[in-house]
């Protein structure tokens, strides 16, 4: 049983409307939780880290995080071609290492 | 940018060779982490160094090893290169321990093993 697990897409928005990633992980010991955007051939750029149950936004991203039900997710509003990429979740137990998911690939559409 | 930077940005070796990379972390970060990243795979933890010890190590054999040196810069070294270690190799670093989790990566080096 893989412990990030992340639908591999491709996931395929309409250019403005609003694009939801989602993320499940196994160790509910998890403390820490982070959403990293990969565009192909780059490294991972972290967009949101979230720690505590509830919602928390910054500008078009808003993480979701659920511990009860060992559930993460990433909304983008007002989606844009430049959010085409590979969106990755990440899980961290204390400072220890981030477990990452597979990655979604999110495609925008003009 | 994240002020991580890492060298050489592509490197091509046969199997059986040896490989170094580099990695200097962002400034005041004292803790870096390696990360094997395969094609259309998540990055995979290979080990993390604080204060010149390695102190966490995911599923890499003993032929990937690293050090730390004083100024906090890194340095990856694989023994007797396979083809399946050709991938992006990630390092990450992060503030000192008790002082939040996030990482922040280098671009990465490209390794292709023939």
């Known amino acids: 049983q893989k412990e990030v697990e992340q639908n591999s897409g491709p996931l395929s928005v309409p250019e403005g409307a609003i694009a939801s990633l989602n993320c499940t992980y196994s160790?509910?010991?998890?403390?820490?939780f982070f959403w990293y955007r990969q565009y192909s051939g780059k490294s991972p750029e972290l967009i949101m880290f979230?720690?505590?149950?509830g919602d928390k936004e910054d500008g078009r991203f808003t993480a979701q995080l659920n511990k009860a039900s060992q559930y993460v997710s990433l909304l983008i509003r007002d989606s844009q071609p430049s959010d085409s990429a590979t969106y990755l979740c990440?899980?961290?137990?204390?400072?220890?290492?981030?477990?990452f998911g597979t990655g979604t690939r999110l495609t925008i559409i003009p | 940018e994240t002020g991580v930077t890492q060298s050489p940005t592509h490197l091509i070796k046969t199997r059986g060779q040896q490989v170094t990379l580099r990695c200097s972390s962002q400034?005041?970060?004292?803790?870096v982490s390696w990360y094997q990243q395969a094609l259309g795979q998540g990055p995979q933890f290979i080990f993390q160094?604080?204060?010149?010890?390695?102190?966490g190590r995911g599923n890499f054999p003993p032929r990937f090893s690293g050090l730390q040196f004083p100024n906090y810069s890194s340095e990856l070294n694989v023994n007797a290169l396979e083809l399946d270690d050709s991938a992006l190799y990630l390092c990450?670093?992060?503030?000192?321990?008790?002082?939040?989790?996030?990482?922040?990566f280098g671009p990465g080096t490209r390794l292709l093993v023939l």
């Open positions: 990450a670093s992060r503030p000192q321990r008790g002082q939040g989790e996030t990482q922040y």
């Open positions: 160790d509910r010991g998890s403390q820490s």
């Open positions: 979230i720690y505590s149950n």
């Open positions: 990440a899980v961290s137990f204390g400072n220890e290492k981030l477990t």
């Open positions: 400034s005041g970060h004292n803790t």
């Open positions: 160094y604080y204060r010149e010890e390695e102190n």
